[in-house]
Nanobody, 121 residues
Framework: QVQLVESGGGLVQAGGSLRLSCTAS????????MGWYRQAPGKQRELVAA???????TYADSVKGRFTISRDNAKNMVYLQMNSLKPEDSAVYYCNARAVAHSRLFESDYWGQGTLVTVSS
């Protein structure tokens, strides 16, 4: 079993910055990918950024140049630095990990509870 806990959401004005953090815990054999998704009311959940353990990174086109994802493998943590925030970035942001638990022999996706980001203008 893998548990994910996010923090760092809040209310900011357009142009401001936030830094999200996520920590994975539990009986973890390995974590291959950690990343961030977001979901606004009435919309599909979408990938924001993801990083493999080896450092391969993917960004959504809408956040390239503004957001930066980073990982601390020793601490099982992932971060999302969000700069130049826009109102359209407002959403619940979810931490995601693709991981193998000790009790399983296959990868599963695990999700945090979400942290709310609101950008005002």
């Amino acid at each position: 079993q893998v548990q994910l806990v996010e923090s760092g959401g809040g209310l900011v004005q357009a142009g401001g910055s936030l830094r999200l953090s996520c920590t994975a815990s539990g009986s973890i054999l390995s974590i291959t990918t950690m990343g961030w998704y977001r979901q606004a009311p009435g919309k599909q959940r979408e990938l924001v950024a993801a990083a493999t353990r080896g450092g391969r990174i993917t960004y959504a086109d809408s956040v390239k140049g503004r957001f930066t994802i980073s990982r601390d493998n020793a601490k099982n943590m992932v971060y999302l630095q969000m700069n130049s925030l826009k109102p359209e970035d407002s959403a619940v942001y979810y931490c995601n990990a693709r991981a193998v638990a000790h009790s399983r022999l296959f990868e599963s996706d695990y999700w945090g509870q979400g942290t709310l980001v609101t950008v005002s203008s």
